[in-house]
């Protein structure tokens, strides 16, 4: 996967992210989502983590095993300022191939930020949803995180980190289609 493509992807799930998460209000926190016994305010600090620990394998090359420190008691606030430092890393930091330590293991760089375009991807679709909010994956990013999950998700495990894949009506698009793909479904 070339690398310009994937720091692409990457922009293109966080302006997405930024779309779905922008509205949400303190009172959206509460509310639950696809995730057994989430609500939004854990899936965001989740997705907090998550981009953070995209920031460090980005920056340092190494990736913690610890959950990011909640700065504050604002999870809208620290999204907001988490997608901006990885928006500018991605495209200024590293070679294509520089590996990134995670333990014991290395991950090459790309797909870091391949397994970072997805989760920022379907989590931002779970924190619309759950806030009843119609913000569908725009189709060249669905069509873009279905071409990366292949290299981030096999059949063996995507049930663990997702649903089982839903079906899917004939001539479905890219969005409905990966959403489909992880277990959601768009008319829940």
């Known amino acids: 996967m070339p690398i310009d493509y994937a720091i692409r992807l990457l922009g293109a799930a966080i302006d997405y992210a930024y779309e779905c998460v922008t509205p949400v209000r303190s009172q959206d926190l509460p509310k639950p989502t696809s995730c057994a016994g989430g609500d939004v305010e854990a899936l965001l600090w989740h997705l907090n983590d998550s981009l953070e620990l995209l920031y460090q394998g980005l ?5 913690g095993w610890e959950p990011v420190i909640q700065e504050g008691d604002d999870p809208i606030a620290f999204f907001h300022a988490c997608t901006r430092r990885v928006r500018v890393v991605a495209a200024t930091s590293g070679r294509p191939d520089s590996p990134i330590a995670i333990g014991d ?3 090459p760089r790309g797909l870091l930020l391949a397994v970072g375009t997805v989760e920022v991807t379907v989590h931002a679709w ?3 949803w759950s806030c009843r909010r119609d913000r569908p994956v725009p189709p060249p990013l ?3 995180v ?8 096999t059949t063996r495990t995507s049930h663990l980190q997702h ?3 839903l079906p899917v009506p004939d001539g479905a698009g890219p969005g409905d289609r990966l959403i489909a793909r992880l277990g959601r479904s768009v008319s829940s």
């Open 59 to 63: 920056t340092a090359a190494v990736i």
């Open 126 to 128: 779970d924190i619309a």
């Open 105 to 107: 293991r290395y991950l």
């Open 142 to 144: 669905a069509a873009g």
């Open 163 to 165: 649903g089982p894949p």
């Open 146 to 153: 279905l071409e990366l999950l292949p290299l981030v998700l």
